[in-house]
């Protein structure tokens, strides 16, 4: 199946600091996510991005699907963003299944 | 409305308890899902509905039993579970299963579960 790598596995930052996150897949995707998983345990949808750019305030991403990779950006940290970031993917092969990463945790020092 | 509802939001069992967890959503999403969730790991998928209809069943044993009552809710009902189920479960749905933007999905806060 399709195999996710996500970089680096932990990240430590202090608050104001940049960050990229990365998302590497085994095969072509139909549909990626980002999440952000809070320290009380909820997902939040971040990005669907299967490719290009998007931005949302503090944070962008781009997929770029004929290389296989996806990059999530955070720029002036705050220590809101501390968690864990999940990218997902699905290959769109009618198996249903979306496939997450092992996440990179991220904690935000104040 | 993104919002998918889950209840309740922590549960303690022990291993001769039937407990039930709920799922809704009212975004009209005809997908939902219940995930698995150890700590310090990914969700894992456990079962997927499609209008209604189981769609899959990853190898999940019959201790959890799932039951998706009409498009909105989502029940995971649990019955003689061991200490190794305790867990994060959550409920995620989708507008459907055709691939793409239409499996985005949205999840649920999670229930935390402890069996004794």
């Known amino acids: 199946g399709i195999q996710v790598e996500q970089s680096p596995p932990d990240l430590i930052l202090q608050e104001g600091a940049n960050s990229t996150l990365r998302c590497n897949f085994s095969?072509?995707?139909?549909?990626l996510q980002w999440f952000h998983q809070n320290p009380w345990g909820q997902l939040i949808n971040l990005f669907y991005i299967p490719s290009g750019t998007k931005q949302n305030g503090r944070l962008s991403a781009t997929t770029v699907a004929t290389e296989r990779y996806s990059l999530l950006y955070i720029s002036s940290s705050q220590t809101t963003d501390s968690g864990v970031y999940f990218c997902?993917?699905?290959?769109?092969?009618?198996?249903?299944?979306?496939?997450f990463g092992k996440g990179t945790r991220l904690h935000i020092l104040p | 409305d993104t919002e998918v509802t889950q209840t309740p939001k922590h549960l303690v069992m022990g291993m001769t308890n039937k407990k039930s967890l709920k799922c809704e959503q009212h975004?009209?999403?005809?997908?939902m899902y219940w995930y698995k969730q150890k700590a310090k790991k990914p969700p894992e998928l456990m079962f997927v509905?499609?209008?209604?209809?189981?769609?899959i069943n990853e190898s999940v044993p019959s201790r959890f039993s799932p039951e998706c009552p009409n498009s909105s809710l989502l029940n995971l009902h649990l019955h003689a579970l061991q200490p190794e189920d305790s867990a994060l479960y959550l409920c995620a749905s989708s507008l459907g299963l055709a691939g793409g933007a239409q499996q985005t999905q949205y999840f649920g806060p999670g229930t935390r579960l402890l069996v004794l």
């Open positions: 975004m009209g999403h005809r997908a």
């Open positions: 997902a993917v699905e290959r769109g092969l009618g198996d249903d299944k979306i496939i």
């Open positions: 509905y499609s209008y209604e209809k189981l769609s």
């Open positions: 095969d072509s995707v139909n549909n």
